[in-house]
């Protein structure tokens, strides 16, 4: 079955990436476009394809799936609602970051809704129940994840690309620590997804939630609002996502040299502010990125 009919009418220039190479997953559902740095963009929720052989996920789903409601993480609910216009915003954040630094970094997204399939959650959360094409494609997205950092020789970063509509208009950055953690000055109360940044440049991990180097401090210069950032080193009572499954499980927070941070760009960013905006802001993030990556990592 070919996959391109999945492609909504009004979408047809979706997956046109300024990339060199691209490797599909199961009837395309899931695409790996190799770089040559070792930064990588993970996009899991920008998909728009909902073929009707894939059964779409359900709270139902969790019927006899242990859930704690009280857990700031979100990894054991059900979401089915699309991040909009986080695949444009990474496309021509791709284009600029080549544009800027001559390099391209390794892309990975699922081209599927994120009503079939959740790469952010684990499996059994993230796929519908007993459906055998959306647990493949949950798996060659994690797949994917792990090929491009195996093809990196030393340390790395991989930026997990969302969107959230909290209508505080500031861009969150999650590291693994939770709200109550930054909120309550406990760093250290567990391990970030950035433990081996930490290691290898012998800086606190304040320095990289809320100081003059942290990705915040450099979102704030571009003229957006972060948190941590140096202006709000934590959210206080603002909704706050401290990063997901992905930012866990292909971050350096156990073990690796691949760093990760998980980025929940605003509605107000995404939407609101219309195609303008969101080309300003996907090259002002080129610009932060490479900054942050080139400090760090090369």
Known sequence: MSYYQFIPTDDESVNVWSTMEVEY??????????GNTNLILSIPHGGKWKPPHIKDRS?????????????????????????????PIGREFVREFVKVTGSQPHVIFTNLHRVKVDPNRPVDIGTSKGDSLSEIAHQEYHQFLRKAAESIDNCGLLIDLHGQNHKQNSIELGYLLHRSDLNTRQYSKRKSSIQNLIKTSGL???????????????????????????????PGEQKYYTGGYITQTHGSSESGLVDSIQIEIPGEIRNDGGDELRQKFSRDMARVIHTFHSKFYL
Request: proline letters at 6%.
């Open 59 to 87: 709270t139902t789903d969790l019927e006899g799936v242990e859930v704690d409601e009280n857990c700031e993480s979100s990894n054991r609910r059900i979401v089915v609602c699309a991040d909009k216009n986080t695949m």
């Open 204 to 234: 606190g991990i304040e320095e990289f939630l809320f100081g003059e180097s942290s990705l915040g401090a450099l979102f704030e210069q571009a003229g957006y609002q972060a948190v941590p950032s140096p202006r709000q080193p934590w």
């Open 25 to 34: 997953g199961t009837q395309g559902f899931t695409e790996y476009h190799p």
